[in-house]
């Protein structure tokens, strides 16, 4: 036990910080331009949780990807300044830090990037731009003494880049593993998952089909190929006038407007999933596949959080998707979305496996 830690804390001096990965999870992806130093994940921290900069000063990013709440609202979509709300839902920060590309369509590639659109979003922090907030920082000393210290910049040349860095280094320390299922797959424990959740784990792998998207590899498992699929969840709502939908947005993003800003206030748009970023119009429909670690904590479900339970989930998928094979439109739908044949047993042993998924310790990432 005591040789395990030594090694453990001589990696994470040797890595610079908090770089060990837990059991069942690869090492955290650093980028070569934004290391990683306590002070700058502690200036993150900071910034993930300031309501100032908001149009009403009463929402941060933890607002909707609270700590309390394994990084997530618990709403089917999220609530932004003045309680606007989205189209989407929140999806879970823990172990964001390993997705190739983030939000529901992949339309950021980094954390960096992502980090700068919330505050300028009409539903989400309701600035008009990035001033009022670099304001806000510039006239604070604590933030000013912080940024010099880990940027080494004078108040007048702090920028959103800045901000967003500090924020992604934050974000690369919000990683889980180690949950009943790790230890059992991958530590040899086979205690640690109940016998209902061992044979949930066949069913996830077997019969289910859901390790196909949902991954699990020899040394870790991330729950996503990071790929895109149409699963069916919410096409209904644009069926029929799919190709409308889809020239009316490419119309709009022509003229200059902002992907972001569309997707996240108009319902029929955020249907379009993938597309948006593609323009590939077999893609319309599409979503990254979520993570499944802590997804008992994270409900509700899906990119628009129509389904309440992990047994709705469970139930949506066993049906084959929303769709009816023989509707024409089913054609959209992602290779492996067909009727599962599961019965009673095998479901309730697919959410119990899900439950193995949770990790220990969510209450440890912030300082706040
Ligand atoms: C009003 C609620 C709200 C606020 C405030 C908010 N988010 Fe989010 N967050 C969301 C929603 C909704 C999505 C999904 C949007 C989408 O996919 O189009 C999301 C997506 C994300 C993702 C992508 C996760 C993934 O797996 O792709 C990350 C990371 C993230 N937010 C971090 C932040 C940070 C950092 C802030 C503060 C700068 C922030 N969020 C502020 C609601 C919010
Ligand atoms: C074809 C790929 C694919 C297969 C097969 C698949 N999933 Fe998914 N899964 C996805 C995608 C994509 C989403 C997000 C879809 C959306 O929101 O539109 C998702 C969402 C989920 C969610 C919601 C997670 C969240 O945070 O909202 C759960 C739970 C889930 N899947 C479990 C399963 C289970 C259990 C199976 C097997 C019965 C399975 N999946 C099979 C791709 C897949």
Same mark, same amino acid.
């Given at each position: 036990m005591k040789k395990k830690l030594f090694f453990v804390l001589v990696f994470a001096g040797l890595a610079g910080q908090?770089?060990?990965?837990? =059991? @069942?999870l690869p090492p955290v992806p650093i980028p070569e331009d934004n290391p990683q130093t306590p002070a700058k994940i502690a200036l993150g921290d900071r910034l993930f949780h300031d309501t100032r900069f908001s149009a009403d000063g009463k929402? /941060?990013?933890?607002?909707?990807?609270s700590q309390d709440k394994a990084f997530t609202d618990n709403l089917p979509v999220s609530k932004g300044f003045n309680g606007l709300t989205g189209t989407r839902n929140a999806p879970t920060v823990i172990n964001a830090a390993y997705m190739k590309t983030l939000f529901w369509d992949g339309r950021e590639p980094d954390l960096e990037g992502q980090a700068k659109q919330p505050f300028v979003n009409p539903v989400e #922090? #309701?600035?008009?731009?990035h001033k009022p907030l670099l304001a806000v920082i510039r006239g604070d000393r604590d933030y000013v003494k912080a940024f010099r210290e880990v940027f080494g910049v004078a108040p007048a040349d702090i920028n959103m880049d800045h901000v967003a860095r500090a924020i992604a280094s934050f974000e690369r320390t919000i990683v889980a593993g180690d949950s009943p299922f790790d230890r059992y797959y991958y530590g040899g424990d086979e205690k640690a998952m109940t016998p209902a959740q061992v044979r949930g784990l066949a069913v996830f792998v077997g019969k289910g089909r859901c390790v196909s998207c949902h991954t699990i590899e020899q !040394?870790?498992?991330?729950? !996503?190929? +990071?790929r895109f699929h +149409? &699963? @069916?969840? #919410?096409f209904k709502r644009i069926r029929g006038k799919e190709a409308e939908v889809a020239q009316r947005f490419l119309q709009a993003k022509r003229k200059g407007a902002n992907v972001d800003v569309t997707v996240l206030t108009r319902a029929n748009v955020s249907e379009l999933g993938r597309f948006a970023v593609t323009e590939n119009f077999t893609e319309v429909g599409a979503f990254k596949t979520p993570t499944l670690r802590n997804v008992e904590l994270t409900g509700p479900y899906m990119h628009d959080g129509s389904l309440e339970t992990l047994e709705d989930v469970v139930e949506f998928y066993n049906n084959g998707g929303? =769709?009816?094979?023989?509707?024409?439109? /089913? @054609?959209?739908? /992602?290779?492996? &979305?067909?009727? =599962?044949?599961?019965?009673e047993g095998e479901k309730r042993d697919l959410v119990e496996f899900m439950k193995a998924l949770t990790s220990p310790g969510l209450d440890r990432f912030t300082q706040r």
């Open positions: 908090l770089a060990a990965a837990p =059991l @069942g929402v /941060s990013c933890a607002s909707c990807h #922090g #309701g600035l008009p731009d !040394t870790q498992a991330l729950f !996503t190929d +990071n +149409n &699963i @069916g969840v #919410g929303r =769709l009816k094979e023989t509707d024409p439109l /089913s @054609g959209f739908l /992602s290779g492996g &979305i067909r009727p =599962l044949g599961l019965d």
